[in-house]
């Protein structure tokens, strides 16, 4: 049985790596756009937390996504006097994603996605051998 919580565990830490690479995703979509008037705001980064959750029935910690919360970081800005989006002195405020952040955070997620992966195929493995030598 320990088997199997192992893969409930890995399970759930995949959910969560999912759940966080579609709002990276979500981050880069919007990395170029810009708010549509001077007095808007454009996008703002989103960021995922975590938190563990006991599984009473199991007798373990899951991992599950808490919460998505907005970057309060400032916006950046780019010269473009011709946009509407312009103020007074000629600058629009852009998202606060960072594409090379995105891409570091997405890598991370996608070695964590796979290493849950890895945990699933390896008890897998695991139970087939077992029952294998069971049956012998």
């Known amino acids: 049985m320990n088997l199997l919580k192992s893969m409930m565990i890995a399970a759930a830490g995949m959910s ?3 759940s966080r690479m579609r709002v990276i995703a979500e981050n880069m979509a919007n990395a170029n756009s810009t708010a549509k008037t001077k007095d808007a705001d454009p996008y703002r980064r989103k960021i995922p937390s975590f938190k563990n959750e006991l599984d009473r029935k199991l007798g373990v910690d899951l991992v599950k996504v808490d919460k998505i919360v907005a970057d309060k970081s400032a916006f950046n800005t780019r010269y473009d006097p011709g946009h509407p989006a312009a ?3 000629g600058y629009v405020k852009t998202p ?3 594409s090379l952040v995105e891409m570091m955070d997405m890598r991370d997620a996608q070695r964590s ?3 849950g992966l890895n945990v699933i195929n390896s008890a897998r493995s695991m139970m ?3 029952i294998d030598l069971l049956r012998s």
């Open 87 to 89: 103020d007074a002195q």
């Open 113 to 115: 996605y796979e290493a």
């Open 128 to 130: 087939a051998r077992t």
């Open 96 to 98: 606060n994603v960072n």
């Open 16 to 18: 969560a790596q999912g």
